[in-house]
């Protein structure tokens, strides 16, 4: 074991022990829903002690808390505070994005045609306005960058890829990507629900015209808070699909109605926040910040490589590219067995992995361990003759 494995080991033995499920249960699914950390309890009964015992009293409080998490959020993607708004899910981002562009009838869309269906919807439901929706291919278990680029049109206004595919895991060029979109004059919009918490994002970087992820999956938090980014010369153009009090720039002033929306992402946080919601989303984020996001990733790859390894030597089909460069947290493989009896065996010998595609799929943390994944496989070996 060199230097690097035993420092990654002890930070997985320091966080272990924030997650009480890892005493129950050998938990392997953070690409669908994760635990959350004793920390994000703690933060949830702290506030509702607060709300319980003092209420409004509290309410300043509060705010300077929203505050500190958007900046949060900010940093953990390369943005400027003013640029995060606080969304309940991935689906609410995108929608913003689909529902607020100035769409003209002729305009197309392009998606990845196997992409989780909250990143298909929005865009389809723009039919009615004359807007089509082109479909790039899987191949080779891969979304390619010059099969995106022979189906941008002249009419082409955005392409909206997720990160990492939820389907096999593969992971996207998003730098290549932003590149090629800043080149034909096309928004990017990025679904990264299944990245931020396990890989390193940077917006400005990556030319991210728009970005949204719920904080149930890779980071660690309760379902219900998400983060979205607008790029901050995009938001005026962006009409939000609701207005409220909290839209307009003189949001203070209940008394006063005028009707001058904020120039920059906090336009689309209509009214009051889900501060429960925001104070888990902030303990997680001090959690990742506190382990550091490219020594989490560093851990997750060494899983994954465990996970091909041992998929391999029982000759499974592996969906998932092996090259670290182009997989985040999932690991997918097939073989002689249907995937869904597969898990639910093994929900039933208490490890949670889940299905996608024909395949079985395998998303670990950077608090599980190698002993976890030699457990899942064993586990495996022993349900298999049963199946």
Known sequence: MDKNQVKNKKLTEKYRSEFPVSGNAVYLDHAGVA?????????????????????????????????????????????????????????HGISIVSSGLDWREGDNVIVFEK??????????????????????PLRDGRIFLEDIEKV??????????????????????????GGLCAARGVFLFVDAIQSLGVVPMDVKEYNIDFLAAD????????????????????AKSLRPSLIGSKSVENDAEFEKIDLVLKDNALRFEEGSFNVIGIYALGASLDL?????????????????????????NRGFD????????????????S?????????????????????????????????????????????????????
């Not at 992409?115 to 004359?130: E, Q, V």
Request: glycine share 6%.
């Open 35 to 91: 635990p959350v950390s004793l920390r994000v309890r703690s933060a949830v009964d702290s506030f509702l002690a607060e709300a319980s015992e003092r209420a409004f009293m509290n309410y300043e409080h509060w705010m300077k808390r929203v505050d500190e998490v958007r900046a949060l959020s900010a940093e953990l993607i390369g943005a400027d505070s003013e640029e995060v708004a606080f969304i309940k899910n991935t689906s």
């Open 115 to 136: 992409d989780f269906p909250s990143n298909i919807y929005p865009w389809l439901d723009l039919a009615r306005m004359g807007v089509e929706v082109k479909f790039v």
């Open 152 to 177: 941008i049109d002249s009419r082409t206004r955005i392409v909206s890829m997720s990160s990492v595919q939820s389907l096999n895991g593969f992971m996207i060029d998003l730098k290549g990507l």
């Open 215 to 234: 904080g149930h999956k890779w980071l660690l938090a309760p379902e219900g808070t998400g983060i979205f980014y607008c790029r901050k010369d995009l």
């Open 288 to 312: 990742l910040a506190e382990a550091g996001i490219e020594r989490i990733r560093d851990i997750v790859h060494g899983l994954g490589d465990s996970i091909i390894r041992e998929a391999e």
């Open 318 to 333: 592996v969906k998932t590219p092996r090259d670290r460069k182009e997989r985040a947290g999932i690991i997918s493989f």
């Open 335 to 387: 073989g002689n067995f249907d995937p869904a009896l597969l898990r639910e065996r093994l929900r039933d010998a208490d490890i949670m992995v889940n299905y996608r595609g024909g395949a079985l799929r395998v998303a670990p943390h950077f608090y599980n361990t190698e002993e976890e994944i030699l457990m899942l496989f064993e586990a495996v070996d022993g349900i298999l003759p049963s199946l």
